[in-house]
């Protein structure tokens, strides 16, 4: 079981990036997938989540109307398009998998991927 998230690098402030998340070694349709970070000297937090097919996504506040969540079930990959980036969106981001919905509570994932660097500065 795998997920590689990739994608990350340095933006400046009003910048875009998409990560992506590939998954392999399970049945992907049928997780969950989600978006969590984790910045210095901080918990790691919700970002966004996909449901099994897609329909239902989920937002932490500080990112919603700037990120957007979607998957492509044929290429078994996630993607995070982020807008409007701003300082305090720098941290490490990760993507993990688990068998029931969505949801920001991080112990209930079972797979994570081993994270992507962000960082938006000037």
Same mark, same amino acid.
């Given at each position: ?24 070694? &399970?049945? &992907?349709?049928?997780?969950? =997938? ?32 700037? &990120?957007? =969540? ?14 409007? !980036? ?12 688990? !068998?029931?919905?969505?949801? &920001?509570?991080?112990? !209930? ?14």
């Amino acid at each position: 079981v795998q997920l590689q998230a990739s994608g990350g690098g340095l933006v400046q402030p009003g910048g875009s990036l998409r990560l992506s998340c590939a998954a392999s070694g &399970f049945t &992907f349709d049928g997780y969950t =997938i989600g978006w969590f970070r984790q910045a210095p000297g901080k918990e790691r937090e919700g970002v966004s989540t996909t449901s099994r097919r897609g329909p239902y996504t989920q937002y932490a506040d500080s990112v919603k109307g700037r &990120f957007t =969540i979607s998957r492509d079930n044929a290429k078994k990959t996630v993607y995070l398009q982020m807008n409007s !980036l701003k300082p305090e969106d720098t941290a490490v981001y990760y993507c993990a998998g688990r !068998l029931g919905g969505p949801s &920001f509570r991080r112990e !209930l994932y079972d797979y994570w991927g081993q994270g992507t660097q962000v960082t938006v500065s000037s």
